[in-house]
């Protein structure tokens, strides 16, 4: 891998799909200068961590509670992420809240993918608060990370409709497809330097 381009670090705890859509668009040149440099997942027996097997990807597995705290096991980390030089760090379905340790080191190189239209439904099971809610749109949100529950600047969203009969399951499958498509682009943005952050405001070119 190049240190010419944006090393980025995906943290995944689940079954990896979005990891999956982020290294394939790396393998085929979409994301411009950037490349999938590092899987950090919390559950090694997640489906994520055979994704990155097969795809060649390194990974850093960790088990919480070998660790006194969070910011105990963060501090390791954020050492590995500073030894391979990345430059970005993506919140792909991680599972976990995150401390000061990693949020302020890696403030506005952060973001994270939601199922839903913040600041509508954070937290988990947002697919679900919006069926419950009656919603007839929703949809996915790309942020910047800060200390707060999915309350970072906006840098990008996309509208879905919902259908009657929608369930989870059906919803969660329109959810993913977008995701797959948005999350993707915005780290291409990000790495061609097409994003800028002033305060909660985020301007984005093109």
Known sequence: MSRDKL?????ASGSGSNFQAL???????????AEIALLVCD??????????SELGIETFVFRPKEYASREAYETVIAAELAARGIGLTVLAG???????????????????????????FPGIRAIEQALDYGVKVTGVTVHFVDGGLDSGPI????????????????LAARIHAVE????????????????SLAGRIVTVDG
């Open 7 to 11: 090393r980025i670090a995906v943290f």
């Open 23 to 33: 290294a394939e668009a790396a393998r085929d040149g979409d994301l411009g200068p």
């Open 43 to 52: 559950k090694p027996e997640a489906k994520v961590v055979s994704r990155a």
């Open 94 to 120: 991680y599972m976990r809240i995150l401390t000061d340790v990693l949020v302020g080191a890696y403030a506005g190189r952060m973001i994270n993918v939601h199922p839903s239209l913040l600041p509508a």
């Open 155 to 170: 840098i990008a969203q996309r509208v879905i409709e919902l259908e009657t009969g929608d369930t989870a399951e059906t």
């Open 180 to 195: 797959h498509e948005l999350l993707p682009r915005t780290v291409r943005l990000i790495a061609e330097g097409r994003v």
